[in-house]
């Protein structure tokens, strides 16, 4: 089964600051996803990364992908309030059906 | 365009009783996709399903578990006897071809008293 980490678990970062969300995961994917939940809310997809060395950034969020190291990286620039909310990548299996998902990293922006 | 569509949104029964929970696609998709969030996890894939067939059921509990995909009407994900280890969020997703994004519904709660 294909396993997919993250790291932290938790971050508690203060305004205006810088940090990335690690993405690691287990076998060869060739699709990963990141998705952002509120809490009591549904998932919303960010990014989608499709091939090696993929780079994709919206706001102050930026996602990029190493197929080779089986990692995904989330950084997060000059965080704001907003961006507090409960962070997943999700990997997509071989056979294309299954999203493995990660465990999450819970961000708490303090002003 | 109406996003992924599940109600209940919560949902509360006894131990023993039956759960019925229903998802519909957004339009034009015909991948569903069911998976379970117990609090403070990540999500873990059930099943997938196309209009009348079962694609992959690997993550579903072989008992009292099952779900459908009729021709019409929603995708029903059916829990019977439900028991306190079964309360969680499940969520539906949809997608427009197996391959593509997944976007989720609101999901719905489900608590076994």
């Known amino acids: 089964e294909l396993k997919v980490e993250q790291n932290p678990l938790f971050l508690s970062m203060q305004e205006g600051k810088n940090y990335t969300i690690y993405c690691n995961y287990s076998?060869?994917?060739?699709?990963l996803y990141w998705y952002r939940q509120d809490p009591g809310k549904s998932l919303e997809s960010l990014f989608v990364l499709l091939s090696n060395g993929a780079v994709k950034q919206e706001g102050r969020l930026m996602a990029s992908l190493d197929t080779k190291a089986r990692l995904s990286t989330l950084h997060i620039t000059a965080a704001v309030h907003d961006l507090s909310a409960t962070y997943f990548c999700?990997?997509?299996?071989?056979?294309?059906?299954?999203?493995?998902f990660g465990t999450g990293t819970s961000l708490t922006v303090i002003p | 365009n109406a996003g992924v569509m599940q109600n209940p949104r919560h949902l509360v029964r006894r131990r023993g009783q039956e759960a019925r929970l229903r998802c519909s696609p957004m339009?034009?998709?015909?991948?569903v996709y069911w998976y379970r969030q117990l609090p403070e996890e990540g999500l873990k894939f059930m099943v997938y399903?196309?209009?009348?067939?079962?694609?992959?059921e690997s993550g579903m509990p072989k008992e009292r578990f099952s779900a459908e995909f009729p021709k019409e009407g929603p995708s029903i994900l059916r829990i019977q006897q439900v028991v306190r280890g079964d309360s969680a969020a499940y969520f539906c997703?949809?997608?427009?071809?197996?391959?593509?994004?997944?976007?989720f519904g609101p999901g719905t709660r489900l608590t076994v008293l």
């Open positions: 997703a949809s997608s427009r071809i197996g391959i593509d994004t997944q976007y």
């Open positions: 076998t060869t994917s060739d699709r």
């Open positions: 339009k034009g998709h015909s991948h």
């Open positions: 999700a990997v997509v299996s071989n056979t294309g059906n299954q999203f493995y």
């Open positions: 399903l196309q209009k009348e067939n079962i694609i992959d």
